[in-house]
């Protein structure tokens, strides 16, 4: 039987209904879709009293990306405008250092899945350098409060961030 800490289930499930969430384009607020001038805005949509869940607008200025990120819990990525790669990283558990995997393209309608279990870093870039993407993201937490790491690049060194949210008024 199901039950609500299944990540698998939860995942499994959570994809499909996202998929049909980013197929339509009429349903966001125009504050939450905003494109920054440069980088992106990370706006909190809604967070479950419990912390249990958020659910996030992620806008992308033309071409911009993140450090290379984790994120300590399960992610839902639905592209619901434009485009976005995300490029993952594989850390040697020795050394500490990265090492490229799996390069994702996501186009408006698809859905990526990330997993702390099965290695969830990576560095997420709008893939279009003319004008600005969205996403909107699923986690299974509060994203924005939750303590994770960003990387060296070239080391693989981690450092602690806790990344908060663009928008203050929720």
């Known amino acids: 039987a199901w039950q609500d800490n299944d990540e698998t289930a ?3 499930v959570g994809a499909k209904l996202h998929g049909e969430l980013v197929k339509n384009d009429d349903w966001l607020p125009e504050a939450m879709a905003e494109c920054p001038p440069h980088g992106y805005a990370q706006n909190l949509l809604w967070c479950d ?16 990306c993140t450090p290379v990120h984790d994120h300590q819990m399960w992610g839902l990525v639905g592209m619901l405008r434009g485009s976005e790669t995300s490029q993952h990283f594989a850390r040697d558990p020795v050394t500490g250092a990265l090492a490229k995997g799996l390069l994702n393209k996501l186009m408006p309608g698809e859905v990526e899945v990330l997993r702390p279990s099965e290695g969830d870093i990576h560095q997420v870039t709008n893939a279009l350098a003319d004008c600005g993407s969205l996403s909107i993201h699923v986690y299974g937490g509060n994203i924005g409060a939750v303590r994770r790491h960003t990387f060296d690049a070239a080391s693989g060194e981690p450092r602690l ?6 928008n203050q008024v929720l």
């Not at 961030?161 to 663009?166: L, N, P, R």
Request: hydrophobic share 50%; aromatic share 24%; no cysteine.
């Open 161 to 166: 961030f806790v990344s908060g949210y663009t």
């Open 10 to 12: 939860t995942v499994d």
């Open 49 to 64: 009293p419990f912390e249990r869940f958020s659910v996030v607008s992620f806008v992308w200025a033309p071409s911009a």
